[in-house]
């Protein structure tokens, strides 16, 4: 006996999958390797953003500090600016004085008299640029000096 190729009854013993469903099965894969990867790497740029911004923020406070004591011992001029290095994080700064007074009245109460002080307290505008490898951010903060 015979045996046809194209018969009906030949293609019930053949196992495996079809090209068209071979294909399928392979987009779908390669779509949820897309997706994953895409996830993995926002995630990814979120964590170094995030280090980042921590490094910046965990170095202004004593950047400030530095500024506020050359704030108080050149407190003559009118505008003073200062750079510098701290770990990886460079700094450059101005400080322009924005407001001169003299120190308020002081009632004496042994006299009865108000007491002028002679202090004369400035109020100064910072402006910190804080710059590490290609990254930068500005900070504006006020300081006062006497």
Known sequence: MKRLLNSPNSNKNQKGFTLIEVLVASFILFLVLAAITMVYRGALLSSYKAERTLRFSSIVEPISEQVRIQIQESSSEEQLIGSGNMGEVTFNWVAIKTHQSKAPLKLNIGT?????????????EVTLKLQLKKASRDYHFSEVSW
């Open 112 to 124: 009865g008299e108000y007491d002028t002080g002679n202090k004369t307290f400035n109020l100064w």
